[in-house]
């Protein structure tokens, strides 16, 4: 059994008036290489005729980001030319890669009639030899994603990334990654083997569970040691898990602001580039 090294808190960080809480980095996480950065908004309701989302047109590089959308929409927008509208139970994969710019708010007819939203977004490192790929995203609808479910129905998993239980994942990694979103219904329970090998990603959305018979609350992260193979979940209520693990890079890391680089010097490099226009032009 893989031993709990740390639960960590997420932290309570609203942005504007958007109810955001952060489990990584904190106080007492930096990062589970190579699973870098952790954003959770919501739940909130917006009324009508609000503002949705924040995050207009801004740039990224060397990094990638895998958004989660449970309630509500989000809008993208690159300067590669990509565009969508991707609703609740979808998800969306962008790669930054040598470098973009996006945006990502709500669509016009949220803003109009408001609702409920939560979205989550997760950022992945990327090697040293793929920081400077090309610029890519995906975004994909609740029906367009593989799903599968275990304990007779009670245990409901999104595939992402890799392949569970002979079902492949929606998205190819640019890295060996597999990752899911589980539901859980009170009372379903699963377990899953992990190489000790690979960090492990392991947030609670939504709900309680007892982990390795550990009961954590939701808005929890859950650090591994690298010490066993299995993990072994049950729902103490319904509940929302994202899992994910992946073998660490193990490579020097500069994080600041929206770029994700292994040296200082490339991260002036990338804002130098940003500045003369190379990660393209905004036209939106």
């Known amino acids: 059994m893989r031993s709990i090294k740390k639960i960590h808190e997420a932290e309570y960080r609203p942005i504007a008036d958007l109810v955001t809480y952060s489990p990584m980095p904190t106080r007492s996480l930096d990062h589970i290489d190579p699973f ?33 959308i449970l309630e509500g929409d989000i809008m993208h927008m690159d300067s590669s030319g990509h ?63 593989p799903t599968f479910e275990l304990d007779g129905g009670k245990v409901k998993v999104q595939q992402l990334f890799g392949a569970w239980e002979g079902t492949k994942g929606a998205f190819e990694g640019n890295f060996p990654i597999t990752m899911s979103t589980i539901y859980l219904g009170k009372g379903g329970k699963f377990e899953k083997s992990i190489p000790t090998s690979d960090a492990i990603f392991f947030y609670i959305v939504r709900g309680e569970l007892k982990v390795n018979a550990q009961e954590i609350q939701f808005r929890h992260l859950v650090e591994f040691e690298n010490n066993g193979e299995k993990i072994e979940v049950e729902a103490s209520e319904d509940s929302i898990l994202i899992l994910g693990n992946a073998a660490s890079f193990k490579e020097p890391m500069v994080a600041q602001g929206p770029f994700v680089m292994n040296t200082h010097k490339q991260i002036r490099e990338a804002y130098d580039d940003y500045q003369a226009g190379k990660f393209g032009t905004w036209t939106h």
């Open 83 to 145: 565009e969508s509208v991707i609703g609740p139970g979808g998800v969306q994969y962008m790669t930054a890669g040598s470098g973009l710019i996006h945006s990502e708010v709500s669509s016009a007819e949220f803003k109009k009639n408001g609702g409920d939203l939560e979205i989550l977004q997760l950022w992945l490192n990327l090697l040293s030899d793929k920081k400077m790929m090309k610029p890519s995203y995906i975004g994909l609808q609740k029906p367009e994603i």
């Open 36 to 68: 870098i950065f952790l954003n959770h908004h919501g739940f909130q309701t917006y009324s009508a005729n609000n503002q949705g989302l924040p995050f207009g047109p801004h740039p990224h590089r060397g990094m990638e980001t895998v958004t989660f």
